[in-house]
């Protein structure tokens, strides 16, 4: 299994996908803002937006926060302008970390992911050093015990997607970037009701840790994710399926 597979179930073990339900709004908010502005409001003619939405569906979010978002972005309502910005750096024990924001103050984006990093006993790497181990894919993930693996994996397949897999109980649903939305929206359509669906950041090879270390790790991704601006963090981590979240 990929290193991203195992990062997506351990997420689901630690309930993260309820618990910062919040927090996914507030960033869902922002990407249909910002795709909304760069490529209008029509997701018919803006796939960046059309993408947006149906993460948005995916999380359950109440459809007039998307109908405001949006119209910020339009500039039907006022709203903030966000710039987009990518760090790269090392977690402890060499990690290569993927760090996406949408930020209104560079300056203090900056300033807080270096200081979660260092605090953490991580740092920032130059532009391209960490990036190179990474491709863009589409995941989306599904319950083994709610979804027939065949079904999904035989409309999966049929709608586009470039790999199914289960890993300890969550099934994930791999794409190109380009026909994530297309995939999801046939899957929703066949009745299979997602854990999670994005776009993210999945390594080629992956990092192997010991338990104390694959902790820090962890612990400092889950900072980092907390932060405001932040968007999201994809990592080369490998997370052994004996791995003991306690």
Same mark, same amino acid.
């Given at each position: 299994?990929?290193?991203?597979?195992?990062?997506?179930? *351990?997420?689901?073990?630690? @309930?993260?996908? !309820?618990?910062?339900?919040?927090?996914?709004?507030?960033?869902?908010?922002?990407? /249909?803002?910002?795709?909304?502005?760069?490529?209008? @409001?029509?997701?018919?003619?803006?796939?960046?937006?059309?993408?947006?939405? $149906?993460?948005?569906?995916?999380?359950?979010? &109440?459809?007039?926060?998307?109908?405001?978002?949006?119209?910020?972005?339009?500039? +039907?309502?006022?709203?903030? +302008? #966000? *710039?987009?910005?990518?760090?790269?750096? #090392?977690? &402890?024990?060499?990690?290569? $970390?993927?760090?996406?924001? /949408?930020? !209104?103050?560079?300056?203090?984006?900056?300033?807080?992911?270096?200081?979660?990093?260092?605090?953490?006993?991580?740092?920032?790497?130059?532009?391209?050093?960490?990036? #190179? %181990?990474?491709?863009?894919?589409? *995941?989306?993930?599904? =319950?083994?015990? =709610?979804?027939?693996?065949? =079904? $999904?994996?035989?409309?999966?397949?049929?709608?586009?997607?470039?790999?199914?897999?289960?890993?300890?109980?969550? *099934?994930?649903?791999?794409?190109?970037?380009?026909?994530?939305?297309?995939?999801?929206?046939?899957? %929703?359509? @066949?009745?299979?009701? %997602? $854990?999670?669906?994005?776009?993210?950041?999945? &390594?080629?090879?992956?990092?192997?840790?010991?338990?104390?270390?694959?902790?820090?790790?962890?612990?400092?991704?889950?900072?980092?994710?907390?932060? !405001?601006?932040?968007?999201?963090?994809?990592?080369? /981590?490998?997370?052994?399926?004996?791995?003991?979240?306690?």
């Amino acid at each position: 299994m990929s290193g991203h597979s195992k990062w997506a179930t *351990i997420k689901h073990k630690k @309930g993260a996908l !309820d618990a910062k339900r919040g927090k996914l709004f507030t960033k869902i908010i922002k990407e /249909l803002t910002v795709a909304a502005r760069m490529g209008g @409001g029509d997701p018919e003619m803006n796939p960046r937006l059309r993408t947006s939405i $149906l993460k948005a569906k995916a999380a359950n979010m &109440p459809k007039d926060n998307m109908e405001k978002a949006i119209k910020k972005g339009t500039g +039907d309502l006022e709203g903030v +302008d #966000y *710039i987009e910005l990518q760090y790269e750096a #090392y977690a &402890p024990g060499g990690v290569g $970390l993927i760090i996406e924001t /949408l930020t !209104d103050n560079k300056n203090r984006t900056a300033a807080n992911v270096k200081s979660i990093l260092t605090k953490g006993g991580g740092q920032l790497a130059a532009q391209g050093a960490v990036s #190179y %181990q990474f491709n863009r894919k589409g *995941i989306i993930t599904y =319950s083994a015990e =709610s979804v027939d693996f065949d =079904s $999904l994996f035989e409309a999966a397949l049929e709608a586009g997607a470039e790999d199914v897999a289960d890993d300890n109980g969550i *099934i994930e649903v791999t794409t190109e970037p380009g026909d994530f939305a297309n995939v999801l929206e046939a899957l %929703q359509e @066949g009745g299979f009701e %997602q $854990l999670g669906a994005e776009t993210t950041m999945v &390594p080629d090879t992956t990092v192997e840790l010991n338990d104390e270390k694959i902790t820090k790790v962890l612990n400092l991704i889950d900072k980092i994710e907390d932060d !405001d601006d932040v968007q999201s963090v994809s990592s080369n /981590l490998n997370i052994p399926d004996n791995f003991d979240m306690a």
